[in-house]
Nanobody, 120 residues
């Protein structure tokens, strides 16, 4: 399984970006797909996840109400990011796992990351 994240860039505070994660093959309905992010000098942290088959979602408190995780077709995941803040600046990674989990170590497959920079 290969994951390809894209869509990062430079945006002003208050702006929006949409990240995409494309899987090399069909994502099974039982899989959990997630977004994590890692800012310089910090640990990788959970952002959002989605249970692929039923579409159940969960978000970190820091992004709730601003970010939306969604799926498109059998193999693409999005992260719509609105009302961006400078503290959202990080490399964003998509990941696939088998469990409803919030720790990076619980995910088996990772994309390469895409950089999001939010200027103040």
């Amino acid at each position: 399984v290969q994951l390809q994240a894209s869509g990062g860039g430079l945006v002003q505070a208050g702006g929006s970006l949409r990240l995409s994660c494309a899987a090399s093959g069909r994502i099974f309905s039982s899989a959990v797909m997630a977004w994590f992010r890692q800012a310089p000098g910090k640990e990788r942290e959970f952002v959002a996840l989605i249970r692929w088959g039923v579409g159940r979602t969960n978000y970190a408190d820091s992004v709730k109400g601003r970010f939306t995780i969604s799926k498109y077709g059998p193999d693409t995941m999005y992260l719509q990011m609105n009302s961006l803040k400078p503290e959202d600046t990080a490399v964003y990674f998509c990941a696939r796992g088998a469990q409803w989990a919030f720790q990076a170590g619980d995910y088996n497959y990772w994309g390469q990351g895409t950089l999001v920079t939010v200027s103040s």
